[in-house]
């Protein structure tokens, strides 16, 4: 698992990146929670959507955004950082110009920031959103929803409660082709304590749905 440096906006954005051994693998991006409150790309849900992608083949990065561990820069309140993951898409896509096709995941402030790139990246086709806080960000950017892909809450989240996210949900899913799925890990916080197998195997359950079945 490679440590990266690639150059972003506010300056050195630090990563990991697995590449694929297949030519043309998809690419996937995934986002940490929110900086100010311990969000890193160490993070354990982070880490386990990370080797997810990897074990379906996809070509994975994850980074910290500005400021945190060694990025550099200061924390942006969601703009830069929307810049940083602009950033770390257009590395994945240069060191990768065959790969066919890209996913973006983020969990709570990190499904915030890659909602945001999904409506200006048309080459993502599928997400994966993670305690999306819709009580805090806006998400009325999502009109219509460009690509299909999965929301999963934890019942017992009191960060980001469910029924706000819900509320996004019920808005974005009529638009034409475009399937817009929810779970809920029964008993989980924001943070999946003891409950990270549990949401793997939601998000495992989809990708491969979507993906087709595992190599191997």
């Not at 940083?84 to 896509?93: C, G, K, T």
């Not at 790969?99 to 969990?107: K, P, S, T």
């Not at 009580?135 to 029924?163: E, M, T, W, Y």
Request: charged share 20%; with cysteine; net charge neutral.
């Amino acid at each position: 698992m490679p440590e990266v440096i690639f150059n972003g906006p506010a300056g050195r954005i630090e990563g990991r990146y697995h590449a694929s051994k297949t030519k043309g693998a998809p690419i996937a991006i995934v986002l940490h929670p929110h900086p100010q409150f311990g969000g890193t790309m160490n993070n354990q849900i982070v880490y386990a959507m990370y080797y997810g992608f990897v074990e379906r083949g996809f070509s994975a990065l994850r980074f910290n955004f500005r400021g945190v561990g060694r990025s550099q820069g200061n924390f942006d309140h969601g703009q830069g950082e929307l810049s940083d993951a602009a950033a770390a898409l257009d590395w994945a896509q240069a060191i990768n110009p065959e790969a066919r096709a890209c996913w973006i995941a983020g969990i709570s402030f990190g499904a915030w920031i890659g909602m945001q790139l999904l409506m200006r990246r048309p080459e993502i086709e599928g997400f994966i959103s993670v305690a999306a806080p819709a009580n805090r960000f806006d998400f009325s950017f999502l009109a219509p929803c460009p690509s299909s892909g999965l929301f999963v809450h934890g019942s017992q989240d009191r960060v980001a409660p469910i029924k706000d996210v819900m509320s996004v949900i019920e808005k974005v899913k009529t638009q034409k082709g475009i399937q817009i799925e929810h779970q809920t890990v029964e008993g989980a916080n924001h943070f999946f304590e003891n409950k990270t197998e549990e949401l793997m195997e939601i998000v495992g359950g989809y990708l491969d749905r979507r993906l087709g079945p595992m190599e191997g």
